[in-house]
């Protein structure tokens, strides 16, 4: 018999049951979200005395 007609072994087979450990996106995506926000306030608050004095 030939290892390809071998049934696979229990660790195989439960890895290919795992998903792929990959990059956590809630956790990319909500600091991006945060630096989108920090930038904005930043921004504003660049811009308003500029306001206040027209």
Do not use: H, Q, T
Request: charged share 15%; glycine share 4%.
């Amino acid at each position: 018999m030939s290892n390809a007609e071998w049934p696979p072994a229990e660790s195989e087979a439960a890895a290919d049951d795992r998903p792929a450990k990959g990059p956590n996106l809630v956790l990319i995506y909500s600091l991006i979200a945060l630096a989108l926000a920090v930038a904005i306030g930043f921004a504003l608050l660049i811009v308003f005395p500029f306001y206040l004095r027209r």
